[in-house]
């Protein structure tokens, strides 16, 4: 039995996932590293807007981060409503609460708003973060893991946490090189805007060749997303991203043609990204290595789980470390409170993508949403 008491955690990855697990761990009073590979905390921060769901909100409320991100974004009292091609309603999605928590369904906000909250609360609870660095090799040993960085420094160190995300190049230290992600033929855009009226839950705009919706982020912003299928291997050129976004927002009428016509026109302010997918079934650990978030489980846009999902890996990793086992045990027990409800929202979501792509006769988007929803709020 590997038993380290509070001691010393590597974290690979500066993201949501990593800076939310560095944040637990100090809480529960391990010593943490963050290295990210990125320059710096702008360069780190991809894409436009972050979803948060209650679960997501229950989960930063345990590590002191929820208030500020309220504070900081724009919260709903529903989840989402969707529209026909042409603006119609065809269906609500009032979300979930957690009884007695009084968290909204939703909140929303942008991605660098998020990650100087999480970046800030990781240094205040004394974690170490440096940018612009990352392991070359790590070693596993009866002592530590051994670790040689990008630097030419090294270290040993009790933990390794990979949060390095889909492409994650810890997860082959434990997983081996068969785990990989899974392209589910979309690219999805996204791109911020000035928040319309109606914008004040998600909205999902269903058309003939994909899916628009919008999330609003604060009082005055919101972001448009675009889900449509793509062969991976014919990437749009990044001067022409507004010119083919709004090609593909043709048909829309209503809400999504109105901001076609009035916002899309930049192509620099588009972010552009293939979906993809991974759920990995335990052991998500080998030795003193383990796995959150994409790195072992990578969720498609469909639900907002994805950063959600790996909050909350960082609260339950803490937690089970926290439990005065072994570590084996620890990481086992994990992976067992975690797996089960990763692979729904895993499944679920790449379920709505195939819908997007084949509508067949038991398409049920809202629904779907709705009940996987209400799964969440159940104690993780």
Request: charged content about 25%; overall charge negative.
């Amino acid at each position: 039995m590997i038993d380290v008491g509070r001691g010393n955690v590597l974290i690979v990855g500066g993201g949501i996932g990593g800076l939310t697990t560095a944040i637990a761990l100090r809480n529960a009073d391990y010593d943490v590293h963050v290295v990210e590979l990125r320059p710096g905390l702008r360069s780190s921060v991809a894409g436009a807007g972050i979803i948060q769901p209650v679960n997501a909100l229950r989960a930063l409320e345990a590590i002191g981060c929820a208030q500020e991100c309220l504070d900081a974004g724009f919260s709903s009292t529903a989840w989402g409503r969707v529209l026909d091609v042409e603006g119609n309603v065809i269906g609500e999605m009032p979300g979930a609460t957690i009884p007695g928590s009084g968290l909204p369904p939703l909140n929303g906000l942008t991605r660098p708003r998020l990650h100087e909250i999480l970046t800030r609360k990781a240094r205040e609870a004394g974690a170490v973060i440096e940018y612009g660095k990352t392991f070359t090799e790590l070693a596993d040993t009866p002592n530590g893991v051994d670790v040689r960085y990008s630097d030419g420094t090294r270290e040993v160190v009790d933990i390794v946490v990979g949060a390095d995300g889909v492409h994650s190049e810890v997860r082959a230290h434990v997983l081996g090189e068969t785990a990989k992600p899974v392209y589910n033929g979309q690219f999805a855009f996204r791109c911020n805007i000035p928040r319309e009226p109606e914008i004040d839950r998600i909205i999902l705009q269903k058309g003939p060749s994909g899916t628009a919706g919008f999330v609003p982020l604060a009082q005055d912003l919101a972001y448009l997303f675009y889900s449509t299928s793509w062969d991976r291997d014919d990437r749009p050129h990044p001067d022409e991203l507004d010119e083919v976004l709004r090609e593909r927002l043709a048909p829309f009428g209503g809400l999504t043609g109105r901001v076609r016509d009035k916002h899309i026109n930049d192509p620099s302010v588009i972010v552009v990204r293939p979906e993809e997918w991974l759920i990995a079934p335990p052991p998500w650990h080998e030795g003193r290595i383990v796995l959150i978030g994409d790195a072992v489980h990578a969720v498609t846009p469909q639900l907002g789980q994805g950063a959600a999902q790996a909050i909350e890996d960082g609260v339950v990793l803490a937690e089970c470390l926290s439990g005065g086992n072994g570590l084996e045990e620890a990481f086992a027990r994990y992976a067992e409170r975690r797996y089960e409800r990763c692979k729904l929202i895993v499944e679920s979501s790449v379920q709505i993508g195939e819908w997007d792509v084949n509508p067949t006769e038991d398409v049920d988007h809202a629904g779907l949403t709705q009940r996987v929803l209400g799964r969440m709020v159940q104690p993780i």
